[in-house]
């Protein structure tokens, strides 16, 4: 613990600031214990297990102040600088399911569990018991930080590639590494498409029709040589029948359908017909250049 | 005599490669079991003459009351069966006395994490049956994040192990053998390869050997995480059990098949599994640190069967 930063004694970063800006006091509920701030070397003793999930992003510092109930129960209000809009989007876009809640650029609220993004900050308030109290509180002070975060950012240009037909906005992910891509939708237990801090990969749900849906993976990878190689690794792995084609109808009677262009991998996952996969892929806008 | 965990060594080591790649492909197939080196099916009644892991899951309905508070006499009364059947004996103090000498100094390796923590009820309970093994009070102690330093654990000649059963945003899970990751100077250090070689932790001078007894809380457990601190109550529900035994990996191995269970009812066969959680695979394989082969371990269910998925 030697390594973390108190906020007393820390010094440079804008996080410092929401120790000041953001009231103690909010609806009974009062700020306990010391302000905090982690870095990249020390969000390990904040996040137990989850500071991977941020350090595969540009994750620069979190600012946490915890709240005592009047009652019982505490919340913890947490604001990630993610670097960018482009990396609050991703945090965001990687854990989300709950309706949405009219807080910062994008939301959602569930069970004493806010997420917001606003600009290039991720935030999160979670009640660690009693949520259904505590649901009140954990939307205002939600509405509070958000006003103090700064105008709203871009979200990530690869988004502008994903074919629009279908598409469910708020079940689309960004971000770069395997353990992102894991937690989202599970390919393999090994890295088999190479991904690291220099891919930019976004995962969409689309709804095909009525009933069906399908998923597009798409990664951007630095150089095209990287491309082709996890292309040829994830089809060896994934779709070992199908190395000249990167098609193939897998056990569940769908189609998994790999493409590979330039410095970019496509992958439609479960598709219920070859013509849909096709028709995911004909509709991909890879960038003219 | 103690009964020290030894891992059988007439079972052969899984052929499974360690590195092998587990792919969604293998959950359509419904084959991620068996690629985890584990089989689908049951064998309790084998014939096979191997030494077995025992593992017990024990389940009481009242181990919880209605406002999901922890009953101790109940919990207390879990602990002492599923000691009592996991070793042969009619007494739980008979039990302990097989696990423990009353000159032992013994540290209970809880965990501490907030949202869900190892319940107090559980460390009394394996407390006061270690007091009643002859144990000294003074050589008993309780810790997780300092545990390195607490002098009864740096002193320690036997360990309990216990903490509460839930998934993992890196290792897929937390079991009995991620517990032991606060005796190492680096928990950051085991987390390359989805924390593939947690395994290691039980060679720790501070550790090895000394482990007595498993006992992964699957009263309340988690089946799922969401946000920052990977917690949501959504994904806990009242399972009011507990898992025990002295090989670690087989306690794992369960508690994995039970939160692949729960996963698969509650979110689809697609998520059955989290991240994959290879290091109870790899404790056995590459570490020989007990047995992840569901053919190779005798579980051995007490007590209330509603919903025990398992």
């Given at each position: 613990?030697?390594?973390?930063?108190?906020?007393?004694?820390?010094?440079?970063?804008?996080?410092?600031?929401?120790?000041?800006?953001?009231?103690?006091?909010?609806?009974?509920?009062?700020?306990?214990?010391?302000?905090?701030?982690?870095?990249?070397?020390?969000?390990?003793?904040?996040?137990?297990?989850?500071?991977?999930?941020?350090?595969?992003?540009?994750?620069?510092?979190?600012?946490?102040?915890?709240?005592?109930?009047?009652?019982?129960?505490?919340?913890?209000?947490?604001?990630?600088?993610?670097?960018?809009?482009?990396?609050?989007?991703?945090?965001?876009?990687?854990?989300?399911?709950?309706?949405?809640?009219?807080?910062?650029?994008?939301?959602?609220?569930?069970?004493?569990?806010?997420?917001?993004?606003?600009?290039?900050?991720?935030?999160?308030?979670?009640?660690?018991?009693?949520?259904?109290?505590?649901?009140?509180?954990?939307?205002?002070?939600?509405?509070?930080?958000?006003?103090?975060?700064?105008?709203?950012?871009?979200?990530?240009?690869?988004?502008?590639?994903?074919?629009?037909?279908?598409?469910?906005?708020?079940?689309?992910?960004?971000?770069?590494?395997?353990?992102?891509?894991?937690?989202?939708?599970?390919v393999a237990?090994?890295?088999i498409?190479?991904?690291?801090?220099?891919?930019?990969?976004?995962?969409?749900?689309?709804?095909?029709?009525?009933?069906?849906?399908?998923?597009?993976?798409?990664?951007?990878?630095?150089?095209?040589?990287?491309?082709?190689?996890?292309y040829q690794s994830f089809c060896k792995s994934y779709l070992p029948e199908a190395m000249q084609t990167g098609t193939a109808q897998t056990?569940?009677?769908?189609w998994t359908m790999a493409?590979?262009?330039?410095?970019?991998?496509?992958i439609v996952f479960?598709?219920?017909?070859?013509?849909?996969?096709?028709?995911?892929?004909?509709?991909?806008?890879?960038?003219?250049? | 005599?103690?009964?020290?965990?030894?891992?059988?060594?007439?079972?052969?080591?899984?052929?499974?490669?360690?590195?092998?790649?587990?792919t969604r492909r293998?959950?359509?197939?419904?084959?991620?079991?068996?690629?985890?080196?584990?089989?689908?099916?049951?064998?309790?009644?084998?014939?096979?003459?191997?030494?077995?892991?025992?593992?017990?899951?024990?389940?009481?309905?009242?181990?919880?009351?209605?406002?999901?508070?922890?009953?101790?006499?109940?919990?207390?009364?879990?602990?002492?069966?599923?000691?009592?059947?996991?070793?042969?004996?009619?007494?739980?103090?008979?039990?302990?006395?097989?696990?423990?000498?009353?000159?032992?100094?013994?540290?209970?390796?809880?965990?501490?994490?907030?949202?869900?923590?190892?319940?107090?009820?559980?460390?009394?309970?394996?407390?006061?049956?270690?007091?009643?093994?002859?144990?000294?009070?003074?050589?008993?102690?309780?810790?997780?994040?300092?545990?390195?330093?607490?002098?009864?654990?740096?002193?320690?000649?036997?360990?309990?192990?216990?903490?509460?059963?839930?998934?993992?945003?890196?290792?897929?899970?937390?079991?009995?053998?991620?517990?032991?990751?606060?005796?190492?100077?680096?928990?950051?250090?085991?987390?390359?390869?989805?924390?593939?070689?947690?395994?290691?932790?039980?060679?720790?001078?501070?550790?090895?050997?000394?482990?007595?007894?498993?006992?992964?809380?699957?009263?309340?457990?988690?089946?799922?995480?969401?946000?920052?601190?990977?917690?949501?109550?959504?994904?806990?529900?009242?399972?009011?059990?507990?898992?025990?035994?002295?090989?670690?990996?087989?306690?794992?191995?369960?508690?994995?098949?039970?939160?692949?269970?729960?996963?698969?009812?509650?979110?689809?066969?697609?998520?059955?599994?989290?991240?994959?959680?290879?290091?109870?695979?790899?404790?056995?394989?590459?570490?020989?640190?007990?047995?992840?082969?569901?053919?190779?371990?005798?579980?051995?269910?007490?007590?209330?069967?509603?919903?025990?998925?398992?």
């Amino acid at each position: 613990m030697g390594a973390v930063l108190f906020l007393i004694s820390f010094a440079g970063g804008n996080v410092i600031d929401f120790g000041q800006s953001i009231p103690k006091k909010i609806m009974g509920w009062e700020s306990a214990g010391r302000d905090m701030v982690y870095d990249r070397k020390t969000l390990f003793d904040y996040l137990d297990g989850g500071a991977e999930v941020y350090l595969a992003f540009d994750f620069k510092q979190v600012f946490v102040r915890k709240f005592k109930g009047p009652a019982k129960g505490e919340l913890a209000l947490d604001i990630y600088d993610m670097g960018s809009p482009e990396e609050a989007y991703g945090i965001f876009s990687c854990d989300r399911q709950d309706p949405e809640a009219g807080i910062g650029q994008e939301s959602e609220y569930g069970l004493g569990l806010l997420r917001f993004r606003q600009g290039r900050y991720f935030v999160s308030i979670t009640a660690s018991d009693d949520e259904q109290k505590a649901e009140k509180t954990i939307l205002e002070l939600g509405k509070v930080v958000a006003a103090k975060l700064g105008p709203p950012g871009a979200s990530p240009a690869l988004l502008q590639c994903l074919p629009e037909t279908g598409l469910k906005k708020n079940r689309t992910s960004y971000f770069h590494g395997p353990v992102n891509l894991n937690n989202r939708f599970f390919v393999a237990s090994e890295n088999i498409l190479n991904l690291d801090k220099q891919t930019d990969c976004a995962f969409a749900e689309y709804a095909l029709n009525e009933k069906e849906t399908g998923n597009l993976l798409l990664v951007r990878y630095p150089d095209e040589g990287r491309a082709q190689a996890a292309y040829q690794s994830f089809c060896k792995s994934y779709l070992p029948e199908a190395m000249q084609t990167g098609t193939a109808q897998t056990e569940n009677l769908k189609w998994t359908m790999a493409r590979l262009r330039k410095n970019y991998v496509a992958i439609v996952f479960e598709s219920p017909s070859k013509e849909h996969a096709e028709r995911l892929h004909s509709a991909v806008r890879y960038p003219q250049k | 005599m103690r009964s020290v965990f030894t891992p059988p060594s007439d079972i052969p080591k899984n052929e499974v490669s360690m590195k092998q790649t587990l792919t969604r492909r293998d959950f359509i197939r419904g084959t991620t079991l068996a690629v985890l080196g584990t089989t689908v099916g049951f064998s309790q009644e084998s014939a096979a003459p191997l030494k077995k892991s025992r593992v017990i899951v024990i389940r009481h309905p009242d181990a919880l009351d209605e406002n999901s508070q922890f009953n101790e006499k109940v919990i207390q009364q879990m602990l002492d069966e599923a000691v009592m059947k996991l070793l042969d004996q009619n007494d739980p103090v008979a039990a302990f006395r097989r696990l423990v000498k009353p000159e032992d100094i013994v540290g209970i390796k809880s965990n501490v994490w907030s949202y869900l923590p190892t319940p107090p009820e559980v460390e009394k309970a394996i407390k006061r049956r270690l007091l009643d093994a002859g144990v000294k009070e003074e050589n008993i102690g309780i810790d997780d994040h300092t545990v390195r330093t607490n002098l009864i654990f740096v002193k320690s000649t036997a360990l309990i192990n216990t903490r509460p059963l839930r998934t993992h945003y890196l290792a897929g899970m937390s079991g009995c053998i991620k517990n032991y990751i606060m005796f190492d100077i680096s928990q950051p250090a085991h987390h390359p390869d989805n924390c593939a070689d947690l395994g290691s932790l039980f060679n720790l001078p501070q550790v090895k050997g000394k482990t007595r007894l498993n006992i992964l809380c699957a009263l309340t457990p988690q089946f799922h995480g969401r946000g920052p601190h990977n917690f949501s109550r959504r994904y806990v529900w009242n399972y009011k059990g507990l898992i025990v035994g002295q090989d670690p990996v087989a306690v794992d191995t369960i508690g994995l098949r039970l939160i692949m269970a729960k996963r698969r009812k509650e979110l689809g066969p697609a998520q059955e599994l989290p991240p994959v959680p290879k290091h109870i695979q790899i404790a056995d394989t590459k570490y020989g640190l007990g047995t992840s082969d569901i053919n190779k371990i005798e579980l051995i269910k007490l007590g209330w069967s509603d919903g025990i998925m398992i």
